[in-house]
Protein backbone atom coordinates (compact mmCIF):
# COMPACT_ATOMS: atom_id res chain seq x y z
CA UNK A 1 0.00 0.00 0.00
CA UNK A 2 2.75 2.49 0.85
CA UNK A 3 4.61 1.64 -2.04
CA UNK A 4 1.25 2.06 -4.33
CA UNK A 5 1.04 5.66 -2.60
CA UNK A 6 4.71 6.73 -2.93
CA UNK A 7 4.31 5.83 -6.92
CA UNK A 8 1.11 7.47 -7.02
CA UNK A 9 3.26 10.63 -5.38
CA UNK A 10 6.28 10.77 -7.86
CA UNK A 11 3.78 10.16 -10.99
CA UNK A 12 1.70 13.48 -9.68
CA UNK A 13 5.03 15.22 -8.72
CA UNK A 14 6.36 14.55 -12.43
CA UNK A 15 2.85 15.35 -13.95
CA UNK A 16 2.80 19.09 -12.25
CA UNK A 17 6.65 19.22 -13.51
CA UNK A 18 5.86 18.64 -17.13
CA UNK A 19 2.60 20.91 -16.89
CA UNK A 20 4.57 23.79 -15.94
CA UNK A 21 7.79 23.31 -18.34
CA UNK A 22 4.82 23.67 -21.05
CA UNK A 23 3.65 26.87 -19.28
CA UNK A 24 6.59 28.07 -19.59
CA UNK A 25 7.55 27.27 -23.12
CA UNK A 26 4.23 28.40 -24.34
CA UNK A 27 4.61 31.71 -26.26
CA UNK A 28 2.46 34.50 -24.12
CA UNK A 29 -0.05 35.32 -27.33
CA UNK A 30 -2.82 37.66 -26.07
CA UNK A 31 -1.51 40.55 -24.07
CA UNK A 32 -2.95 43.72 -25.96
CA UNK A 33 -0.67 46.58 -26.34
CA UNK A 34 -2.29 49.05 -23.93
CA UNK A 35 -3.81 52.37 -25.89
CA UNK A 36 -2.26 54.48 -23.62
CA UNK A 37 1.07 53.79 -24.22
CA UNK A 38 0.15 54.18 -27.83
CA UNK A 39 3.26 57.20 -28.50
CA UNK A 40 5.85 53.99 -27.90
CA UNK A 41 4.85 53.20 -31.53
CA UNK A 42 5.08 56.78 -32.87
CA UNK A 43 9.16 57.37 -32.61
CA UNK A 44 10.97 59.21 -35.41
CA UNK A 45 12.86 56.62 -36.72
CA UNK A 46 10.23 54.02 -37.00
CA UNK A 47 10.21 55.00 -40.90
CA UNK A 48 13.76 53.93 -40.90
CA UNK A 49 13.36 50.44 -39.78
CA UNK A 50 9.60 49.33 -40.32
CA UNK A 51 10.68 50.24 -44.46
CA UNK A 52 6.48 50.48 -44.79
CA UNK A 53 7.05 51.06 -48.43
CA UNK A 54 9.30 48.09 -48.83
CA UNK A 55 6.50 46.00 -47.05
CA UNK A 56 3.79 46.92 -49.38
CA UNK A 57 5.90 46.87 -52.61
CA UNK A 58 6.07 42.81 -50.77
CA UNK A 59 2.47 42.29 -50.93
CA UNK A 60 1.65 43.61 -54.12
CA UNK A 61 -0.29 46.70 -52.44
CA UNK A 62 -1.26 48.86 -55.34
CA UNK A 63 -3.52 51.67 -56.38
CA UNK A 64 -7.02 50.67 -55.72
CA UNK A 65 -5.93 48.09 -53.97
CA UNK A 66 -8.31 46.59 -50.94
CA UNK A 67 -6.17 45.94 -48.24
CA UNK A 68 -6.87 44.89 -44.03
CA UNK A 69 -4.77 46.09 -41.90
CA UNK A 70 -4.93 43.72 -38.78
CA UNK A 71 -4.50 44.62 -35.06
CA UNK A 72 -4.09 48.33 -36.32
CA UNK A 73 -3.41 49.70 -33.07
CA UNK A 74 -3.33 53.61 -33.68
CA UNK A 75 -3.18 53.38 -37.36
CA UNK A 76 0.26 54.04 -37.99
CA UNK A 77 0.23 51.56 -41.00
CA UNK A 78 -3.15 52.11 -41.70
CA UNK A 79 -2.52 55.63 -43.28
CA UNK A 80 0.35 54.28 -45.15
CA UNK A 81 -1.56 51.71 -46.74
CA UNK A 82 -4.68 54.57 -47.12
CA UNK A 83 -1.79 56.73 -49.11
CA UNK A 84 -1.02 54.10 -51.51
CA UNK A 85 -4.36 52.20 -52.50
CA UNK A 86 -5.52 56.20 -52.90
CA UNK A 87 -9.45 56.65 -53.42
CA UNK A 88 -10.09 54.18 -55.13
CA UNK A 89 -8.95 51.36 -53.37
CA UNK A 90 -10.00 50.87 -49.43
CA UNK A 91 -8.23 50.02 -46.42
CA UNK A 92 -10.32 48.39 -43.37
CA UNK A 93 -8.68 48.67 -39.97
CA UNK A 94 -9.18 45.79 -37.79
CA UNK A 95 -8.37 46.01 -33.44
CA UNK A 96 -10.06 43.99 -30.87
CA UNK A 97 -10.18 47.65 -28.77
CA UNK A 98 -12.17 50.29 -29.18
CA UNK A 99 -9.70 52.66 -27.99
CA UNK A 100 -7.53 52.28 -30.84
CA UNK A 101 -10.16 52.03 -33.45
CA UNK A 102 -11.10 55.85 -31.96
CA UNK A 103 -7.97 56.76 -32.37
CA UNK A 104 -7.77 55.34 -36.03
CA UNK A 105 -10.84 57.30 -36.81
CA UNK A 106 -9.40 60.56 -35.34
CA UNK A 107 -6.28 59.88 -37.22
CA UNK A 108 -7.73 59.50 -40.39
CA UNK A 109 -10.27 62.74 -40.22
CA UNK A 110 -7.18 64.78 -39.28
CA UNK A 111 -5.28 64.01 -42.52
CA UNK A 112 -8.54 63.80 -44.72
CA UNK A 113 -8.24 60.37 -45.43
CA UNK A 114 -11.59 59.05 -46.77
CA UNK A 115 -10.72 55.08 -47.91
CA UNK A 116 -10.27 53.34 -44.72
CA UNK A 117 -13.02 51.41 -42.94
CA UNK A 118 -12.95 50.42 -38.97
CA UNK A 119 -13.36 47.23 -38.07
CA UNK A 120 -14.06 45.01 -34.53
CA UNK A 121 -12.57 41.88 -34.21
CA UNK A 122 -12.49 39.41 -31.77
CA UNK A 123 -10.37 37.26 -30.74
CA UNK A 124 -11.12 34.64 -32.98
CA UNK A 125 -12.56 36.63 -36.04
CA UNK A 126 -11.70 39.68 -37.74
CA UNK A 127 -15.37 40.07 -38.81
CA UNK A 128 -13.75 40.79 -42.48
CA UNK A 129 -16.27 39.66 -45.21
CA UNK A 130 -15.39 36.86 -47.31
CA UNK A 131 -13.17 37.50 -50.76
CA UNK A 132 -13.20 41.03 -49.82
CA UNK A 133 -9.09 41.77 -49.80
CA UNK A 134 -6.27 41.76 -52.19
CA UNK A 135 -3.93 42.08 -49.50
CA UNK A 136 -4.14 41.22 -45.48
CA UNK A 137 -0.82 42.86 -43.39
CA UNK A 138 -0.22 41.51 -39.76
CA UNK A 139 2.32 44.45 -38.18
CA UNK A 140 3.84 43.82 -34.71
CA UNK A 141 1.00 42.39 -33.48
CA UNK A 142 1.11 38.46 -34.05
CA UNK A 143 2.36 37.52 -30.68
CA UNK A 144 -0.96 39.39 -28.95
CA UNK A 145 -3.15 36.71 -30.62
CA UNK A 146 -4.84 34.86 -28.30
CA UNK A 147 -6.45 32.10 -31.38
CA UNK A 148 -4.12 32.31 -34.00
CA UNK A 149 -5.28 28.93 -36.09
CA UNK A 150 -8.91 30.28 -35.92
CA UNK A 151 -8.14 33.78 -36.74
CA UNK A 152 -5.56 32.74 -39.64
CA UNK A 153 -8.70 30.76 -40.98
CA UNK A 154 -10.70 33.80 -41.28
CA UNK A 155 -8.12 35.60 -42.78
CA UNK A 156 -7.55 33.31 -45.41
CA UNK A 157 -11.36 33.37 -46.15
CA UNK A 158 -11.50 36.99 -46.23
CA UNK A 159 -8.58 36.61 -48.94
CA UNK A 160 -9.38 37.21 -52.97
CA UNK A 161 -8.46 34.89 -54.97
CA UNK A 162 -4.22 35.48 -55.38
CA UNK A 163 -4.19 37.71 -52.70
CA UNK A 164 -1.42 37.52 -49.88
CA UNK A 165 -1.10 37.53 -46.32
CA UNK A 166 1.81 38.96 -44.97
CA UNK A 167 2.85 38.94 -41.33
CA UNK A 168 5.73 41.38 -39.97
CA UNK A 169 6.87 40.46 -36.35
CA UNK A 170 9.70 41.04 -34.57
CA UNK A 171 12.59 38.18 -34.38
CA UNK A 172 12.67 35.95 -31.39
CA UNK A 173 16.35 36.78 -31.29
CA UNK A 174 15.98 40.68 -29.64
CA UNK A 175 17.61 43.87 -31.45
CA UNK A 176 15.63 47.08 -31.43
CA UNK A 177 12.27 48.07 -30.18
CA UNK A 178 9.53 46.30 -30.05
CA UNK A 179 8.18 43.37 -26.85
CA UNK A 180 10.48 41.77 -24.59
CA UNK A 181 12.23 38.34 -26.04
CA UNK A 182 10.06 36.32 -23.78
CA UNK A 183 6.64 37.69 -25.33
CA UNK A 184 7.78 37.21 -29.23
CA UNK A 185 6.74 34.08 -31.48
CA UNK A 186 8.93 32.37 -33.19
CA UNK A 187 8.72 32.07 -36.80
CA UNK A 188 8.33 28.62 -37.48
CA UNK A 189 5.19 28.50 -35.08
CA UNK A 190 3.64 31.24 -37.43
CA UNK A 191 4.26 29.08 -40.84
CA UNK A 192 2.90 26.25 -38.19
CA UNK A 193 0.10 27.67 -37.31
CA UNK A 194 -0.56 29.34 -41.15
CA UNK A 195 -0.82 25.62 -42.05
CA UNK A 196 -3.08 24.87 -39.83
CA UNK A 197 -4.92 27.51 -40.80
CA UNK A 198 -5.05 26.52 -44.68
CA UNK A 199 -2.45 29.06 -45.90
CA UNK A 200 1.08 28.36 -47.59
CA UNK A 201 4.20 29.73 -47.02
CA UNK A 202 4.91 31.92 -50.15
CA UNK A 203 8.12 33.61 -49.59
CA UNK A 204 10.38 35.26 -46.45
CA UNK A 205 11.47 38.77 -46.74
CA UNK A 206 14.90 39.17 -45.15
CA UNK A 207 15.31 43.38 -45.73
CA UNK A 208 13.47 44.23 -41.93
CA UNK A 209 16.40 44.77 -39.36
CA UNK A 210 14.69 43.63 -36.63
CA UNK A 211 11.56 41.57 -38.03
CA UNK A 212 10.82 38.34 -40.04
CA UNK A 213 8.37 38.90 -43.07
CA UNK A 214 6.10 35.90 -44.27
CA UNK A 215 4.11 36.16 -47.10
CA UNK A 216 1.52 33.25 -47.68
CA UNK A 217 -1.22 32.45 -49.55
CA UNK A 218 -4.19 30.24 -49.54
CA UNK A 219 -3.27 26.18 -50.01
CA UNK A 220 -3.74 25.62 -53.77
CA UNK A 221 -3.73 29.51 -54.64
CA UNK A 222 0.15 30.35 -55.14
CA UNK A 223 0.70 32.65 -57.59
CA UNK A 224 2.44 31.49 -60.98
CA UNK A 225 6.30 32.00 -60.94
CA UNK A 226 6.52 32.61 -57.52
CA UNK A 227 8.87 30.64 -55.47
CA UNK A 228 9.34 29.85 -51.62
Not at 110 to 130: A, I, Q, S, Y
Not at 143 to 169: Q, T, Y
Not at 215 to 223: A, C, E, K, M, W
Request: hydrophobic share 40%.
Amino acid sequence: MRTARAIASVLALLCACVAMMSAQERPRHGRLFPPEDLGVLEGPDRDAWQMPDAVMDALGVADGSAVADIGAGGGWFTVRLARRVGPNGTVYAEDVQTQMLEAIRRRVEREGLRNVRTVKGDTTNPHLPPSSVDAIIVVDAYHEFENPVALLGHLARALRPGGRLGVVNFTKEGGGPGPPAEERVEESRVVREAALAGLTLLRRETFLPFHYYLIFVRNGDTPTGQTL
